[in-house]
């Protein structure tokens, strides 16, 4: 059994980690890291380098928690390389990072997250990343 985690080296990727991390734990589950992009732009920050990929590493196996990196490079369509690897593997959980949107923005859902919810086979938890507390 493994945690479908949708990663992307962000302040909501990292609180997407975070959560499979604790789930992964919880379950006794690997963690399968997918970073992917849209590939819409010739600098694409959502792409991980390989610096990143192994801290988001080291912070899985650091809490005994095996995982599996994957990177999808130029797909284009990040809802569908999601859904595929989770059709594809041994998925109990898709984990997904969502921003924090204005009260309008509220209304709309991204477009990623928002098919991943609809046509997920398995079930999907969104976080958001933690607010600051005064």
């Keep these: 059994m493994k945690i479908l985690v949708g990663y992307v080296p962000t302040p909501e990727g990292e609180a997407a980690l975070t959560a499979a991390a604790a789930e992964a ?20 920050n959502r792409y991980a380098n390989a610096d990143e990929l192994a801290a988001a590493e080291a912070k899985l196996r650091e809490r005994g928690v095996e995982v599996t990196i994957q990177q999808a490079v130029g797909s284009g369509d990040v809802a569908a390389e ?42 999907v938890l969104a976080v958001k990343v933690p607010s600051p507390r005064d």
């Design 25 to 44: 734990e919880l379950r006794g589950a690997g963690v399968l890291l997918l970073n992917t992009s849209r590939g819409d732009a010739y600098v694409d």
């Design 82 to 123: 999601l859904l595929k690897a989770a059709a594809a593997d041994d998925v109990a959980l898709i984990v997904l990072g969502l921003r924090r949107r204005s009260p309008v923005g509220k209304l709309i859902l991204g477009s990623t997250a928002q098919r991943v919810l609809l046509e997920s086979p398995v079930p």
